[in-house]
């Protein structure tokens, strides 16, 4: 993480002491390392990833059709 330029997120107190908690005999040394492990897990991969397929797409479009909203 050296190098990276850093922002403050505010989270709960009762979520932060959860957190604290969970990483116990652990490696990571801090809440912020926990969570921007799992902030980096949830987010790899998911830039460019499409939610629907085409054809999932396509059957959406027809049911809205059918349902007079297109």
């Known amino acids: 993480m050296s190098g990276n330029e850093f922002a403050s ?3 709960p ?3 932060l002491e959860k957190i604290k908690k969970k990483i116990l005999n652990t490696s990571f040394s801090s809440a912020s ?4 492990y799992l902030l980096e ?3 790899s991969g998911t830039e ?6 085409k054809e999932d ?8 059709r059918r349902l007079g909203y297109l």
Do not use: C, G, H
Request: glycine content about 0%; aromatic content about 8%.
């Open 9 to 11: 997120v505010r989270i």
């Open 41 to 43: 897990k949830e987010l």
């Open 33 to 36: 390392e926990y969570v921007t």
């Open 48 to 53: 460019d990833k499409e939610v629907f397929s």
């Open 57 to 64: 797409e396509e059957k959406v479009k027809e049911r809205l």
């Open 13 to 15: 107190k009762s979520l």
